[in-house]
């Protein structure tokens, strides 16, 4: 019997002792250009969010969701603007890096939304956007999520709305986001990034403390892998026809492996998402009220 007892109680102590890895997907989108819908053009076909979210709205319920920005289009229209968010928001968006794009409807819009934007170096009116980062605990993983836009974005924005924001230094802000999550204790360091590729790889080689940068604002088509396997940077391409996904297996407070796949959608083939549907059909009848008026 005290052998038994024995036995029980090592086992017991081994077990705590096992570290089982643990495994999260990071879907993510940007640069959707305001097509709820899409378009059937054949120069620059567009599969619309309409598509792309059956494809979302079945991931796991322990996986995140981030877009990069850029979801508006270049022109104001306030309905469509609010039936994208409310889109993006059944869909359980969990952040909204914002974009220059996303300022179409004037700065107090942003201001007064809200929607779940993150942009830790930007201030309006001198109020910080995104005081500090967003923390998850999902699948037995603590993930920390900063986001920075870089000055540059702003280049063609009017003078209203430059005159109004505040930007700090998108690489200093990064580093100082990086500093907290090592304070705090984060497993995995996600990094939203608004504005050229070209730094984002910068800070993807000198801070080498994130393990994911995800990129939107140039529509460019990016998947780099480090060469440990451990470390991405990616950015989805151009309309947000794509939507990206990084499966990371992490143990031990690391990641231990790492995958990325990109989800190409077409306006001819894939489906419409029955709730997004209702919310494009909606939005096309209070257009032709306003055009009948």
């Known amino acids: 019997m005290l052998f038994k007892k024995g036995s029980f109680f090592l086992i017991t102590f081994l077990s705590g002792l096992l570290i089982f890895p643990q495994s999260l997907e990071i ?86 939304s809200s929607h779940p934007y993150l942009a830790h170096n930007l201030r309006i009116d001198g109020d910080e956007v995104s005081p500090q980062f967003k923390r998850f605990s999902t699948a037995g993983i603590e993930v920390g999520v900063g986001a920075v836009i870089d000055p540059g974005v702003f280049y063609f924005s009017a003078d209203k709305i430059k005159e109004r924001l505040i930007i700090a230094d998108p690489i200093a802000t990064a580093m100082a986001l990086l500093q907290d999550m090592d304070t705090a204790g984060i497993d995995v360091k996600v990094l939203l990034y608004h504005g050229s590729l070209e730094r984002a790889r910068d800070i993807m080689t000198t801070q080498t403390g994130w393990d994911i940068i995800l990129v939107g604002h140039e529509q460019r088509l990016e998947s780099q892998i480090s060469a440990d396997g451990r470390r991405f940077l990616g950015s989805p391409g151009d309309n947000g026809n794509r939507v990206g996904v990084v499966k990371i297996t992490v143990a031990e407070g690391r990641i231990e492996s790492l995958h990325s796949r990109f989800s190409h959608f077409s306006y001819w083939e894939d489906p419409k998402d029955p709730h997004i549907n209702g919310i494009l059909e909606e939005y096309r009848r209070s257009l032709l009220e306003r055009l009948r008026r």
Request: with cysteine; proline share 3%.
């Open 27 to 112: 879907f993510y989108t940007a640069s959707l250009n305001g097509n709820l819908d899409g378009c059937d053009c054949k120069a620059v076909p567009r599969a619309g969010l309409v598509r792309t979210a059956s494809f979302i709205r079945q991931r796991d319920p322990s996986s995140l969701f981030f877009d990069l920005g850029d979801s508006f289009d270049v022109y104001p229209d306030e309905h469509l603007h609010t039936a994208i968010q409310s889109a993006y928001l059944s869909l359980h968006l969990d952040g909204a890096a914002l974009g220059d794009q996303d300022f179409i409807e004037g700065v107090d819009w942003i201001k007064n």
